[in-house]
């Protein structure tokens, strides 16, 4: 479908609403700013966390380092028992290398659980400390050298740090959450007392677009609403002003040329008699004006019943007819004859409630406007759906494009191949008249391509009366 309103409509589906917008930036704007708070808390936390484990593992780590190494300088020793012999502030597994035999008093950690690379730098002699993953938890093994080939491990389990970290990540996380919502819930309560004063003023720009002149806003509220209010309903007054102004003159000039337009008429319709006693010229010339006036009387007609329609003053005689029977006879009485009327079997015994006289107008002007600019009507189709009834005039023209088919039915607008002055003598109004009585009627006109792709289609659209 062409209608402007289906387009506007569809960029409005297309661009989100402003409060939405609002609710969704402070969205991302919390939870941005909660996850980069939870990354840097939680960073922060785990290394404090870490580095007081690791300096208690190093002083324990150091004072048993010394009490092993004295203990080995003595020449009757138990290995195991001097191992269980220490009483660690912090827990942690004890390993012993020497003479060439491991030494543990936990069954729970082996030398092959020791990493590679720590072993093998404490035997080149550098004392070292490796954090590393042991069933699944996070461990820390510090390891020395001591007297000869002799090499001393604790290991010290970070489970209970792992634990803490992980505590505090999901409470990060779901601290995280909840500010996100609770942001979007104040953004919303926020836009919608920023959004609610424009969507007034979107919905009255609206209304008054689509002719209600009267729409304005109510100006009791907050200050700065207020003044806005004002100024668009100063705005609306000037312009429902001014609209009444040029609809009052365009209805007097209208009036005002009846009477010469009469004099007009009837002094070509006198000169038409004796038309055999002029000239060959004069002839001509008299049939230039016979058209041009013709032409200002179907113009004038046109305008006082645009004026009409503009002041509110056109008066509509709704009657329910069957459309299978009202339509055909009602393009009869127009003098269209000759064209073949399809109807539908959905359309059968339908029932439309319309001022025939308007709707006669519509078809008139639109017949019309095939004669003069696309060949003449060649089909007129009576279909049906379930709301709507529609009448659809085929033509015989060049189509008519995508970008002139909502500005043909401007006021003054012939379309692309009606600007010259010599196609026709229509005065620009009947495609817009004809709009202006569909509405009136609560239906509708449109331009599309008929199904054959020749030439064009003008669809009647009228609301179904059910009885």
């Known amino acids: 479908m062409t209608d402007a309103g289906l387009g506007s409509t569809a960029q409005t589906r297309r661009r989100p609403r402003l409060r939405n917008r609002i609710v969704a930036r402070v969205g991302l704007l919390v939870a941005g700013l909660s996850l980069a708070l939870g990354v840097s808390t939680h960073l922060v936390v785990r290394d404090v966390v870490l580095h007081e484990r690791d300096q208690s593992a190093v002083d324990q780590f150091s004072a048993n380092a010394v009490i092993i190494a004295a203990a080995l300088r003595s020449d009757d020793i138990d290995e195991l028992e ?57 461990a820390v093994a510090l390891g020395t ?44 309560w926020i836009g919608r007392g920023l959004a609610g004063p424009l969507e007034s003023v979107s919905r009255a720009a609206a209304d008054i677009a689509e002719g209600d002149l009267r729409t304005r806003l109510d100006t009791d509220a907050d200050e700065e609403v207020a003044r806005i209010a004002e100024s668009f309903n100063r705005m609306a007054d000037s312009l429902e002003a001014r609209i009444e102004r040029e609809s009052r003159f365009a209805a007097d000039v209208s009036h005002e040329l009846r009477s010469p337009l009469t004099t007009l008429v009837n002094t070509v319709s006198v000169l038409e008699h004796r038309r055999h006693e002029l000239s060959p010229e004069s002839a001509e010339a008299l049939t230039l004006l016979a058209g041009d006036v013709k032409r200002f009387e179907r113009m004038v007609s046109d305008l006082i019943e645009i004026s009409k329609h503009d002041s509110g003053s056109m008066r509509f005689d709704l009657d329910e007819v069957e459309a299978t029977d009202a339509i055909p006879r009602l393009i009869r009485r127009l003098g269209h004859a000759e064209v073949p009327v399809a109807i539908d079997p959905t359309a ?92 009136s009627m609560g239906g509708s006109i449109r331009v599309e391509d008929p199904p054959d792709r020749v030439g064009a289609r003008f669809t009647l659209v009228l609301p179904r009366s059910s009885r």
């Open 348 to 439: 059968q015994e339908a029932i439309v409630r319309v001022d025939l006289q308007r709707l006669g107008v519509a078809i008139r002007n639109v017949l019309a406007n095939a004669e003069a600019y696309a060949g003449g009507a060649t089909q007129i189709a009576i279909g049906a759906s379930a709301e709507t009834i529609t009448v659809c005039i085929d033509d015989a023209g060049p189509g008519i494009a995508v970008a002139e088919r909502e500005r043909i039915f401007e006021r003054f607008s012939r379309g692309m191949h009606g600007e010259r002055r010599n196609t026709a003598d229509g005065s620009g109004l009947g495609l817009s008249l004809a709009r202006e009585n569909m509405a």
């Open 145 to 188: 050298q001591l007297e000869g080939d002799s090499l001393y491990f604790e290991v010290f389990s970070l489970e209970d740090v792992q634990r803490t970290l992980a505590t505090l990540r999901d409470t990060l996380v779901a601290v995280g959450i909840l500010a996100t919502l609770g942001g979007m819930v104040v953004a919303w």
């Open 82 to 138: 001097l191992l269980s012999s220490l009483r660690p502030e912090v827990r942690a597994r004890e390993l012993l290398f020497t003479d060439g035999q491991w030494f543990t008093a936990s069954l729970q950690f082996q030398p092959g659980d020791l990493p590679d690379e720590l072993v093998g730098a404490v035997r080149g002699g550098r004392p070292s400390t490796q954090r590393f993953t042991v069933d699944g938890s996070l």
